[in-house]
């Protein structure tokens, strides 16, 4: 079992930046996928940022060249930072995990394992 816990979410103008955090109990998987989804009200929850035990990442559409993932495997903890900031990125922001496995297929039913969420709102 793997828990997840965000932090780092809250309020901010637009152009502004934030970083988000996931801390994630220790596992041993050799291989995993680790990433960011978000969910606004009335909306499906979308994919964000993915990082995988090997480095690579990947990055939705509309967070590319705005949004960074990292990774700190000293601490356990995934990183998540926004600059540039738009009101259309106010969501629930969730961290989850899948292990085994890469990041090969990022939809939210390839992800066993969910945080709580973060609230992240961008005001104009």
């Known amino acids: 079992q793997v828990q997840l816990v965000e932090s780092g979410g809250g309020s901010v103008q637009a152009g502004g930046s934030l970083r988000l955090s996931c801390a994630a109990s220790r596992y041993t998987y050799s291989s995993y996928c680790m990433g960011w989804f978000r969910q606004a009200p009335g909306k499906e929850r979308e994919g964000v940022a993915f990082i995988d035990s090997d480095s690579r990442t990947r990055y939705g559409d509309s967070v590319k060249g705005r949004f960074t993932i990292s990774q700190d495997n000293s601490k356990n903890t995934l990183y998540l930072e926004m600059n540039s900031l738009k009101p259309e990125d106010t969501a629930m922001y969730y961290c989850?995990?899948?292990?085994?496995?890469?990041?090969?297929?990022?939809?939210?039913?390839?992800?066993?394992?969910w945080g709580r969420g973060t609230q992240v709102t961008v005001s104009s």
């Open positions: 989850a995990a899948r292990a085994p496995g890469f990041c090969t297929y990022v939809f939210p039913a390839n992800f066993a394992y």
